[in-house]
């Protein structure tokens, strides 16, 4: 019982700690959950986010109008600028960089401000990805045993000393729970979103298809197959709008390299940043050519 009691001992510690400053957003299950970073701002998933605005719950039953300071849907956070009042912010960790496997943590959330939820777990994998909600991968997921109800998105994953280790964000097969590492790297950027500045990223303005979606439209309409990334649309007025991109052209190669998964594309458009432009070769029925998309 000795094990068990200082599990309990650790758990209610952490609650009185950091759970206040574990909040509901919206109202209702299935909404989400955030955290108290700074005063006046509560970190979250940016999946969470329906509006610019939107309603955040604390812990002793307060409601208050949030604003979005700063959302990054590549990396899925989003920073939300609102009164806290006196709550304490929760205390980062000093390394996350190296979170082993069997680490023990808590996992809070307050789904929807509907109360708060604290479940025990363990660190069952930390090179874990996912995709986010622009479909770029989201690399280094620390994957826990820590079970959460619908609408914890966005709440914290901590030590048991109450330190912000990430934040869940996804459900995986097994009920096992996917959480962002807030790294100093990821907390530079956290921090930066809190200041109201967008993430600096080249950008398409394209919805693709994966390469096996490609191969298989390919097929359908008596194409060779061939692995790409197929354009789905193209937003107007985009970068890849003004280079001649159209529905259902297949993207080939970028910046030279083969375009065998998606990940790739995302890599070019982030080298591409520092030049200006990049390369793209397409297949547009059966003819290939090459583009050159211009970042402004």
Do not use: C
């Not at 600028?81 to 709550?87: Q, R, S």
């Not at 190296?98 to 680490?103: D, H």
């Not at 354009?231 to 910046?255: F, K, W």
């Not at 995302?266 to 583009?291: F, H, N």
Request: aromatic share 2%; glycine share 12%; proline share 5%.
């Amino acid at each position: 019982m000795n094990l068990l009691s200082e599990l309990e001992t650790s758990i209610q510690a952490a609650v009185e700690h950091v759970g206040a400053s574990v909040v509901g957003l919206g109202r209702g299950w299935g909404v989400g959950s955030g955290v108290v970073i700074a005063p006046g701002r509560v970190l979250t998933n940016a999946h969470n986010l329906r509006h610019d605005e939107t309603t955040v719950t604390f812990a002793d039953g307060r409601h208050a109008s949030a604003r979005v300071a700063g959302v990054d849907h590549d990396i899925d956070l989003a920073v939300l600028d609102v009164d806290t009042a006196e709550i304490a912010p929760i205390e980062w960790a000093e390394s996350v960089d190296e979170v082993p496997i069997g680490r023990a943590v808590l996992a809070l959330a307050n789904p929807g401000g509907r109360g708060l939820r604290v479940t025990p777990g363990f660190v069952s994998s930390s090179a874990r990805s996912f995709r986010g909600p622009r479909g770029r991968r989201i690399a280094g997921a620390l994957e826990h045993t820590a079970p959460l109800p619908r609408g914890s998105s966005g709440g914290p994953l901590t030590d048991l000393e109450g330190r912000l280790l990430g934040i869940n964000s996804v459900r995986v097969d097994g009920g096992l729970i996917l959480a962002i590492p807030v790294d100093g790297a990821l907390r530079e950027r956290v921090e930066a979103l809190g200041r109201g500045e967008a993430p600096k990223r080249a950008r398409l303005g394209v919805a693709i298809a994966p390469p096996r979606v490609a191969r298989r439209l390919r097929r359908a309409v008596g194409l060779p197959e061939r692995d790409g990334v197929l354009v789905r649309e193209v937003e107007d007025g985009s970068p890849a709008a003004a280079a001649g991109l159209e529905r259902g052209d297949l993207l080939v190669a970028a910046g030279g390299q083969a375009l065998e998964r998606v990940e790739i594309l995302y890599q070019a458009l982030d080298a591409a940043r520092a030049e200006g432009k990049l390369e793209l070769t397409i297949v547009r029925g059966t003819e290939e050519r090459t583009v050159s998309v211009e970042f402004s």
